[in-house]
């Protein structure tokens, strides 16, 4: 098919999950987008223990792995710029580390550097990611160059805090 984005389907809850919501479907920046339309769930899930923000994390990354893949099948295209979940979780990650160090997790400044951060590795994609990103195919390959850029973005998140806090 020549647009795969005709194939997405909002009703269908993959593709409703897939797109963030139908964040990523925005004609630009798709990404960006997907990872914008993630902070308002983070601030929700913020207010769990950090025990159960891990564990929404980690749920989120498995069923993103079925999620973007019968997405991206639906689609005929691998890791399709419309399929944004991966997205949502990396933030996630990146933002676990506010939970952790305590700071008050709706700061804003906090939730901005964790956006330009997690919003920098994935894009810029160094090295490991833009090699999970190239050789790692599948439901797996969407999800898992994003959950390493939101490791990458935490750790950077974390090294910020100690020179500003």
């Given at each position: 098919?020549?647009?795969?984005?005709?194939?997405?389907?909002?009703?269908?809850?993959?593709?409703?999950?897939?797109?963030?919501?139908?964040?990523?479907?925005?004609?630009?920046?798709?990404?960006?987008?997907?990872?914008?339309?993630?902070?308002p769930?983070?601030?929700?899930?913020?207010h769990?223990?950090?025990?159960?923000?891990?564990?929404?994390?980690i749920?989120?990354?498995?069923?993103?792995?079925?999620i973007?893949?019968k997405?991206a099948?639906?689609?005929?295209?691998?890791?399709?710029?419309?399929?944004?979940?991966?997205?949502?979780?990396?933030?996630?990650?990146?933002?676990?580390?506010v939970?952790?160090?305590?700071?008050?997790?709706?700061?804003w400044?906090?939730?901005?550097?964790?956006?330009?951060?997690f919003?920098?590795?994935?894009?810029v994609?160094?090295?490991?990611?833009?090699?999970?990103?190239?050789?790692?195919k599948g439901?797996?390959?969407?999800?898992?160059?994003?959950?390493?850029?939101?490791?990458?973005?935490?750790?950077?998140?974390?090294?910020?805090?100690?020179?500003?806090?």
């Amino acid at each position: 098919m020549s647009n795969p984005i005709a194939c997405i389907r909002l009703k269908n809850p993959w593709h409703l999950l897939a797109t963030g919501f139908g964040s990523g479907l925005s004609p630009v920046i798709p990404g960006t987008m997907g990872t914008l339309a993630s902070i308002p769930f983070y601030l929700a899930f913020s207010h769990l223990s950090l025990g159960l923000y891990i564990a929404v994390i980690i749920c989120s990354s498995f069923a993103g792995w079925l999620i973007c893949q019968k997405t991206a099948d639906d689609m005929g295209v691998h890791d399709h710029g419309a399929i944004v979940w991966d997205e949502f979780v990396g933030f996630w990650i990146t933002m676990s580390v506010v939970q952790y160090s305590g700071q008050n997790i709706g700061d804003w400044h906090w939730i901005l550097a964790g956006f330009v951060l997690f919003r920098f590795f994935d894009m810029v994609k160094p090295w490991p990611i833009g090699w999970l990103d190239q050789h790692v195919k599948g439901g797996l390959g969407i999800m898992l160059d994003d959950i390493v850029a939101g490791i990458m973005a935490g750790i950077s998140l974390f090294l910020l805090m100690l020179f500003y806090v």
